[in-house]
């Protein structure tokens, strides 16, 4: 299988609460092997279809905890 790679992350790191929510889409895409200009488009796509693309920068560790989640979603207009 050439070209094939698989990371294994070691027991108890918790790696992926130490990126922004952006490294993780594009750690995902990147993992199912699509290629950059795809996943770029992709995570763009994604995060603003989620309404997240304000806090795209914030670590996902921060928009875990259920108090601090708030901040991590982007405020929508109000109906009229």
């Known amino acids: ?11 108890g790191l918790r790696l992926f609460e130490w990126l922004t929510g952006r490294e993780l889409l594009s750690y995902t895409g990147r993992l199912r092997g699509l290629p950059g200009a795809e996943v770029d488009r992709w995570a763009a796509q994604l ?10 920068h914030k670590l996902v560790v921060d928009c875990r905890r259920p108090r601090l989640a708030a901040p991590c979603r982007t405020p929508r207009s109000s109906p009229p």
Do not use: F, T
């Not at 279809?49 to 806090?55: H, I």
């Open 1 to 11: 299988m050439s070209g094939a790679r698989i990371g294994v992350p070691q027991e």
């Open 47 to 56: 995060l603003d279809v989620l309404d997240l693309a304000g806090a795209q």
